[in-house]
C-alpha cells in the first residue's frame, strides 16, 4: 500500500513538473514562446523526465538492495553460535523470522527471542521504507530543481528529451536481447550439467531413449539410456508428413488467392485461411487425437493396415494443417511482390496465365516461398501440443508414419511434469533437448529470414 | 455502312496492317477513349503521342488484348490485324500476341539467364525444339536488339544484372524471339538515359525492315526522329493522325499545334 501511495505521489509530482517547466518556458521568453529554442512542451518533458528517472533508478535500486542488507543486520544481531551453525539450518531460521516479521506461517514454536528477532527486523524494513520513502522524494524534487533552474530562451530542451527518448527505446530494445540471452545461458547451464552425467556422443548418437535413473544398484528397470535419436527421428518423422501437407495446400492457396481470386474473395478466403492460425494448438491437440487419428486407425483396418490410434500420420497431418496459413499467407505476400510487368511481360509473349505463374511468378517468389516453408518447419519442430496429445509417448525409431512416436518436444514436457528432483540426468535431460530444439529452431529461422531479405533486395 | 465505306474499309485492310475503327474503352464508368479510328502501316513507325492521360497507352495495350488482364475493362469496337478481327471470339489470345509483341516502359526481364530470357517465348510456343536451333533463335535475336557482343559471354548471368539500356535491348530481343509481325512499345526509353535512348532508337529504325511497330512516347523528339505517321491523342480522343513529317510542320488542328508547340501537355 505505502509504496503503490509512493508511486502516485512520485506521478502528481512528475505532472506538476511538467506543469511548471512549461510555465517557467513560456515566462522566460517574456510570454512569446517563438523565441524559445524549444517548444514550452519540451522544457516541461524536460524537467518531468529529469525528476522522475533519477527516482525510478533509486526506487528500484533501493527495493533490489534493501531486503539484503536487512537480512545482513539481522544476521549479524543473531547470537554467535546460532551464527556459527550449519548453513542451510540458518537459512531456515531466517526464513522462519522474516516470515514472523511479515506475519506469515511460521515453521517453529515462537519464543521470546525469534519474536525480538523478528520485532528487530521489522523495525529495520521499516526504516529502511521511510528512508526510500524520504530518499525518492528528495531526489525526485532536486531533479525537478535543477532542470527548471535551467530553463532559459536558449536552453536545448527537444534535445535533451531526444536523447532521453532514444536512450528508453535502447533500455527496452536491451532487455529483451538480455532475456533471450538469460534463456540461452540457463539451457547451457543445465545443459552442462547433463553432460557430466551422460557422455555427450551417447546423447546425440545414442538410439536407444529409456530417461530413467536407478534409486538403487539392483533396481528392476534399472537401465537408463539418454540416446536421443529416436526422438530426433521422431520429430523429423512428423515435421516431414506436416509439410507434405502443409506445402503443396498452402501454396495453392496462395497463388489461388495471389492470382486468381478476386480483390473480394481475396479479401475474405485470406482472414479465413489465417483463423487456422488463431486456433489454439491445444484444441488441434484434442482434434489430432479424438477425431483425426481415430479415423486413421479406422480407415487403415479397413485397407488392412495396423494402425496404432496414437500414429504420427495423425499428429503430422494435423501440425500440417496448423502450419498451412505460415506457408499460403507468407507466400501469398511475396507472389504479391512480384512486379506486375513481370506478369505483364509474361502475357504479352502469349503465355498462359498457368504458364505465367509457373515459369515466372513462382520461380521470381521462389526465395520467399522457401523462406516462408522454412520458418513452418521450424514452427511443427517446436510445437508440443498436438504432439503430446496425438502422437504418443513411446521412443520407437521408427519410418512407419502408422506407428506411435514421440518427438523431442512431448519428451521435454513428460520428463519435467509431475514430482521431479532437478539434479537427475532424467530432468537435466530435457535441459539438453530444449538446447537442441533451440539450435535447430533458430538456425532454421536464420536461414529463412536471410533468404527472405535476399529477396527483398532485389525488387524493392 | 454504305458501299462506299465498305470499299473505303476494304481498302484500308488491303494497305494497312492493323486497322482500328470506332474503338472505345472504359475502365468501369470512365470512358478512357472514345471512338479512335486509326490505321497503322506495315513496316512502318508509327508513333502515339499526347499529354499524360490522353488515351494513347491505352490503345496500344488494346492492339495485343493486354486489357484483358485489367479488371472492369471493356473494349468496343474493332480492330483488325490482316483483316482479322482480333476481339472475335474464335480468337486465341494467346496467337494473337505471338504475332503481337509487346515492350514495356520499364525493363522488365524475367529473372532468369539472359539465354532464358530470350528463349522463354519461344519455348512456350513451342518453337526450336532442339538446343542448336534454340541457340540460334537467341544469337539471332540477341544480334538484331544490338546486345549479341555485350552480352555473349554471360549468356549464363541473371538478365537482371544488365545495366537499365542492356535489360530494355533484351526485352526487345526476348519480344522479337518469337518472330512476331507487330511490336508494341509502351514508353521504351523513359527510364533510359540519352546515350542508351539513342541505342534504341537506332534499334527501331532498322527494326522496321522486318516489323511494324507502334511506339508511345512523351518526347515529340522522338516521335520525329523515329515514326513515319504519327497519332495525337488528346483527352481520349484521337486528334489527328497522317505522315510525321506533316503532323509536326503543318499541324490540321489547333490543340496539336498547342502540344508540339508547347503550350500545353
Sequence with gaps: MNLILLCLIMV???????????????????????????????????????????????????LIVEPIIAEQVLISRLPAEVQSQDPNALRLLVGDIKSLALGNIVSREIDASLQAAADGYASVRGAGRLGMTVAVLAL????????????????????????????????????????????????????????????????????????????????????????????????????????????????????????????????????????????????????????VAPFFRNSGEALGLTVSSESALAAGVVMGIMIIPFVSSLSDDVMNAVPQTLRDGAYALGATKSETIRQVIVPAALPGIVGAV??????????????????????????????????????????????????SAKTLAAFALGLVLFATTLAL????????????EKYD | ???????????????????????????GEAHALKHVDLDIGSNEVTSLIGPSGCGKSTFLRCLNRMNDVIEGCRVTGQITLDGEDIYDKSLDVVQLRARVGMVFQKPNPFPKSVYDNIAYGPRIHGIGAGKSEMDEIVESSLSRAG??????????????????GQQQRLCIARAIAVNPEVILMDEPCSALDPIATAKIEEL???????????IVTHSMQQAARVSQKTAFFHLGTLVEWGDTQELFTNPRDERTQGYITGRFG
Design chain 2, 1 to 27: 455502312m454504305s458501299a462506299v465505306e465498305v470499299q473505303e474499309a476494304q481498302i484500308a485492310h488491303d494497305l494497312h496492317k492493323v486497322v482500328a475503327r470506332d474503338v472505345n474503352v472504359y475502365y
Design chain 1, 140 to 291: 525526485l524534487l532536486a531533479g525537478a530543481a535543477w532542470a527548471w533552474r535551467r530553463i532559459s530562451v536558449d536552453h536545448r530542451a527537444r534535445n535533451g528529451v531526444e536523447m532521453i527518448a532514444s536512450g528508453i527505446m535502447i533500455l527496452a530494445s536491451t532487455i529483451a536481447i538480455l532475456t533471450t540471452l538469460g534463456i540461452i545461458f540457463s539451457l547451457l547451464f543445465e545443459t552442462g550439467r547433463f553432460f557430466e552425467k551422460v557422455p555427450f556422443f551417447e546423447f546425440l548418437f545414442g538410439t536407444k531413449w529409456s530417461p530413467q535413473t536407478a534409486l538403487r544398484a539392483d533396481q528392476v528397470g534399472a537401465s537408463g539410456a539418454f540416446g536421443a535419436i529416436p526422438l530426433f527421428a521422431g520429430t523429423l518423422l512428423i515435421t516431414v508428413i506436416a509439410i507434405c501437407v502443409a506445402v503443396p495446400v498452402g501454396l495453392c492457396s496462395a497463388i489461388y488467392m495471389s492470382e486468381y481470386a478476386g480483390p473480394r474473395l481475396r479479401a475474405l478466403a485470406k482472414p479465413a485461411l489465417e483463423i487456422l492460425a488463431g486456433v489454439p494448438t491445444v484444441v488441434y491437440g484434442f482434434f489430432a487425437a479424438l477425431t
Design chain 1, 374 to 423: 522454412l520458418l513452418a518447419v521450424s514452427r511443427a519442430i517446436g510445437e508440443t501440443m498436438i504432439v503430446v496429445m496425438a502422437a504418443g509417448l513411446a521412443a520407437n525409431l521408427t519410418a512407419n508414419p502408422f506407428e506411435a512416436v514421440t518427438t523431442v518436444t512431448v519428451q521435454i514436457v513428460t520428463l519435467l511434469v509431475g514430482d521431479q528432483e532437478f539434479d
Design chain 2, 204 to 214: 527501331i529504325d532498322e527494326l522496321r525492315q522486318n516489323f511494324t511497330i507502334v
Design chain 1, 445 to 456: 529461422n536464420v536461414v529463412a529470414l536471410n533468404v527472405v531479405r535476399k529477396y527483398r
Design chain 1, 12 to 62: 502528481v509530482l512528475t505532472v506538476i513538473g511538467y506543469w511548471l517547466g512549461q510555465r517557467q518556458a513560456v515566462s522566460a521568453a517574456g510570454g512569446d514562446a517563438r523565441r524559445l529554442h524549444s517548444l514550452p512542451s519540451y522544457h516541461g518533458f524536460y524537467v518531468a523526465l529529469c525528476a522522475l528517472l533519477p527516482a525510478i533508478v533509486l526506487f528500484v535500486l533501493w
Design chain 2, 147 to 164: 546486345l549479341w557482343e555485350e552480352v555473349k559471354d554471360r549468356l549464363e548471368k541473371p538478365g537482371t544484372g544488365l545495366s537499365g
